[in-house]
């Protein structure tokens, strides 16, 4: 149980075009969902918190016309990337609280391309 | 603010024990998590103390002291898939996970 699907699992866009994201939770219902980038040998950063059914929060220096977020369902969240640059390219991850224990379920990582 | 430190890399053989170190402040602290991440994949869950001690899981322990702000994960009998990063990350009031900068494990044969 507990399980987090992301999609796509890689996608390659040209710059200036948009992309989205998908992140859902498929055996239960998640109000919060997380967003975060992961650029190569680097941590996670978190980049907003997505609540259902209201506005995200964005991280400190994450720009929220460019990375948008939307909640509109309990078990589904997406990122879309605007106006897409090479600067962009990255992993994108999701993870939603687990219903089970004390772990955050993750998504398994959307890699971006830009080119 | 939070703020993490974790060694940055560790080197240990098949079979060997290894610690890696987490030091923290941050404001509203509920308890100390451990995620392991393999290259290119998703981080998974491993432990949380949410009490001071150690949590044991089969080959893994994750221990802390909420007075030193400081907590550990033990890793023990390692194998090769044992090789991956592994963060610490505190669980706070807001309800975010926030990761530190991830320790790297090398485990050679």
């Known amino acids: 149980g507990a399980v987090v699907s992301q999609h796509p699992s890689r996608v390659i866009c040209k710059s200036g075009t948009s992309v989205k994201i998908e992140c859902r939770s498929l055996d239960f219902q998640a109000t919060t969902m997380f967003w975060y980038r992961q650029f190569p040998k680097q941590s996670l950063m978190l980049m907003a918190t997505?609540?259902?059914?209201?506005?995200?929060?964005?991280e400190q220096g994450v720009e929220k016309d460019k990375f948008l977020i939307n909640h509109a369902s309990l078990t589904l969240s997406t990122l879309t990337v605007t106006s897409a640059h090479p600067e962009d390219s990255s992993f994108y991850i999701c993870?939603?609280?687990?219903?089970?224990?004390?772990?955050?379920?993750f998504g398994s990582g959307t890699r971006l391309t830009v080119v | 603010g939070q703020s993490l430190e974790q060694p940055s890399e560790v080197t240990a053989v098949e079979g060997a024990i290894v610690q890696i170190n987490c030091t923290y402040q941050?404001?509203?602290?509920?308890?100390l998590s451990w995620y392991q991440q393999h290259d290119g994949g998703a981080p998974t869950f491993l432990s949380y103390?949410?009490?001071?001690g150690l949590e044991e899981t089969g080959r893994f322990s994750s221990f802390l002291s909420r007075s030193d702000s400081y907590g550990y994960l033990l890793l023990q009998e390692l194998q090769m898939k044992d090789s991956a990063s592994y963060f610490c990350?505190?669980?706070?009031?807001?309800?975010?996970?926030?990761f530190g900068q991830g320790t790297e494990l090398s485990v050679k044969p």
């Open positions: 941050t404001s509203g602290f509920y308890g």
């Open positions: 990350a505190p669980y706070n009031q807001g309800g975010k996970l926030i």
């Open positions: 993870s939603a609280s687990s219903p089970i224990g004390w772990g955050y379920t």
């Open positions: 103390n949410g009490l001071d």
């Open positions: 997505s609540n259902e059914g209201s506005k995200a929060t964005y």
